[in-house]
């Protein structure tokens, strides 16, 4: 089956034809002929599925069905993300696909200036991406005018409610036009997603590429078994005697990824650590030098490497377990996109057994374990409990993680 097929026009066909896809991918299949009908759509898609293009192909289609070069647009199609990172990268996936259209976007995100993104909406788009936040501040001001929105997309909507976002989200969608297609993607389905779905969607389309809260196939998986102490040491091997070209790395805290950071360029492996105690410039800078290859280990927090997307990135290190069982799945994810092999390492200490249960249950697998020569774990080492930060309670918007 070829893009042709789907329903795609000529400019479209012509942007997907530069990008070098040959073949929709699963979700792509499913998901562009259902929007393209205008129905609303359910969607269990992790990232790495090809699930940007799933909804912004169509988006941009039944745009250009519809609206011609207008002298000043509105703002038709609404697109929430949980993090500016996101924003930025379907927004970028949005020109890079509307590259023959003629339509506007603004990218609209909080830890900027306001100012830039007040007159970009004021000279008129046809496309808002935008993380809850920052849009309700623009609201509020009245900076942007939501009325005739034809089309309402949340991405990674799991997400946006684990941040805490749900409040904020009510409140954008209370100022929609009630007539409009509702997309809805998320990687996982839980009581909460459900209860937004079914009061959000109208008769809506359910599509699922990967079964629900199972791990890619293509990632291999392995845990480490290795004491806390050692957790360092081991990742500075683990580079070195594999030779790793582009790893990503998971930490817990904020000041675990800055340390860990600091320890691999003291060993001469140069490492960038992002969270959202960095400003968004340095942000934008650690994931523009990893992607370059300037910058070979990235060393990020959860919500900071949410939406990540980097072609083919090889190697995923879990230096520490996650407290939330499907943050494992959106880590691990990072890897073996779009059909390429990956391999996600975690490095289990003995306080962190109970958590991988946990995981081994959402995924329904266990996950091979070894130990290392030389790092084999001290059995007499007695195990602690994890301090749990509490990442369902609702934060104040803008806040960064
Ligand atoms: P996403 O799941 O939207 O984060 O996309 C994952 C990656 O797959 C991105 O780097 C896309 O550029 C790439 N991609 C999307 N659609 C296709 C396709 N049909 N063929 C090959 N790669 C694709």
Same mark, same amino acid.
């Given at each position: 089956m070829s893009f042709k097929t789907l329903g795609l026009s000529q400019p479209l066909l012509r942007a997907i034809s530069e990008q070098g896809y040959l073949n929709p991918t699963p979700i792509q299949k499913q998901a562009i002929p259902v929007i393209l009908e205008k129905k609303d759509v359910l969607?269990?898609?992790?990232? +790495?599925?090809?699930?940007?293009?799933?909804?912004?192909?169509?988006? =941009?289609?039944? =745009?250009?069905q519809k609206h011609h070069n207008q002298k000043k647009p509105h703002v038709k199609a609404l697109i929430l993300t949980p993090t500016r990172e996101l924003a930025a990268q379907v927004a970028l996936s949005v020109e890079t696909y509307g590259k023959y259209l003629p339509y506007k976007t603004a990218v609209i995100f909080g830890g900027v200036g306001i100012n830039p993104q007040i007159a970009k909406l004021r000279k008129g788009v046809d496309i808002v991406i935008a993380t809850p936040g920052r849009l309700l501040d623009l609201m509020e001001q009245k900076a942007v005018n939501l009325s005739q929105i034809e089309c309402l997309i949340l991405d990674e909507a799991d997400r946006m409610l684990d941040m805490g976002f749900i409040r904020d989200i009510k409140k954008i969608l209370a100022v929609l036009p009630k007539n409009r297609q509702n997309l809805l993607f998320s990687a996982t389905f839980s009581d909460e997603i459900k209860k937004l779905a079914n009061s959000l969607l109208n008769t809506p389309t359910l599509i699922e590429v990967a079964k629900k809260n199972t791990t890619v196939e293509k990632?291999?998986? !392995? *845990?480490?078994? *290795?004491?806390?102490?050692?957790?360092?040491? =081991?990742?500075? &091997?683990?580079?070195?005697?594999?030779?790793?070209?582009? #790893?990503?790395?998971?930490?817990?805290?904020? &000041?675990?990824?800055?340390?860990?950071?600091?320890?691999?360029?003291?060993?001469? !492996?140069?490492?960038?650590?992002? &969270?959202?105690?960095?400003?968004?410039?340095?942000?934008?800078?650690?994931?523009?030098?990893?992607?370059?290859?300037? #910058?070979?280990?990235? #060393?990020?927090?959860?919500?900071?490497? @949410?939406?990540?997307?980097?072609? @083919?990135?090889?190697? #995923?290190?879990?230096?520490?377990?996650?407290? *939330?069982?499907?943050?494992?799945? &959106?880590?691990? +994810? @990072?890897? +073996? @996109?779009?059909?390429?092999?990956?391999?996600? *390492?975690? !490095?289990?200490?003995?306080?962190?057994?109970?958590?991988?249960?946990n995981i081994e249950k959402l995924i329904k697998n266990k996950i091979p374990k070894m130990e290392i020569k030389g790092f084999e774990p001290d059995l007499s080492i007695k195990a602690e409990p994890i301090q749990k930060q509490n990442r369902h309670r609702p934060k104040k918007r803008n806040q960064k993680s």
């Amino acid at each position: 089956m070829s893009f042709k097929t789907l329903g795609l026009s000529q400019p479209l066909l012509r942007a997907i034809s530069e990008q070098g896809y040959l073949n929709p991918t699963p979700i792509q299949k499913q998901a562009i002929p259902v929007i393209l009908e205008k129905k609303d759509v359910l969607a269990g898609a992790q990232t +790495g599925t090809g699930k940007t293009a799933g909804f912004t192909l169509p988006l =941009l289609e039944l =745009l250009s069905q519809k609206h011609h070069n207008q002298k000043k647009p509105h703002v038709k199609a609404l697109i929430l993300t949980p993090t500016r990172e996101l924003a930025a990268q379907v927004a970028l996936s949005v020109e890079t696909y509307g590259k023959y259209l003629p339509y506007k976007t603004a990218v609209i995100f909080g830890g900027v200036g306001i100012n830039p993104q007040i007159a970009k909406l004021r000279k008129g788009v046809d496309i808002v991406i935008a993380t809850p936040g920052r849009l309700l501040d623009l609201m509020e001001q009245k900076a942007v005018n939501l009325s005739q929105i034809e089309c309402l997309i949340l991405d990674e909507a799991d997400r946006m409610l684990d941040m805490g976002f749900i409040r904020d989200i009510k409140k954008i969608l209370a100022v929609l036009p009630k007539n409009r297609q509702n997309l809805l993607f998320s990687a996982t389905f839980s009581d909460e997603i459900k209860k937004l779905a079914n009061s959000l969607l109208n008769t809506p389309t359910l599509i699922e590429v990967a079964k629900k809260n199972t791990t890619v196939e293509k990632i291999e998986q !392995l *845990v480490y078994q *290795v004491d806390k102490k050692r957790k360092i040491e =081991l990742v500075i &091997h683990l580079i070195k005697t594999n030779k790793l070209k582009q #790893v990503l790395i998971f930490t817990r805290t904020k &000041h675990g990824a800055n340390k860990l950071s600091e320890k691999l360029n003291k060993s001469n !492996l140069i490492s960038a650590a992002i &969270h959202g105690n960095k400003s968004q410039g340095a942000r934008t800078k650690a994931l523009a030098d990893f992607k370059s290859g300037a #910058v070979k280990i990235l #060393v990020a927090t959860d919500i900071a490497a @949410r939406g990540i997307d980097i072609d @083919r990135l090889p190697y #995923v290190i879990n230096f520490e377990l996650p407290n *939330v069982p499907e943050d494992y799945v &959106h880590r691990i +994810g @990072r890897t +073996g @996109r779009a059909g390429y092999e990956g391999e996600a *390492v975690s !490095l289990v200490c003995i306080d962190e057994l109970e958590l991988l249960k946990n995981i081994e249950k959402l995924i329904k697998n266990k996950i091979p374990k070894m130990e290392i020569k030389g790092f084999e774990p001290d059995l007499s080492i007695k195990a602690e409990p994890i301090q749990k930060q509490n990442r369902h309670r609702p934060k104040k918007r803008n806040q960064k993680s």
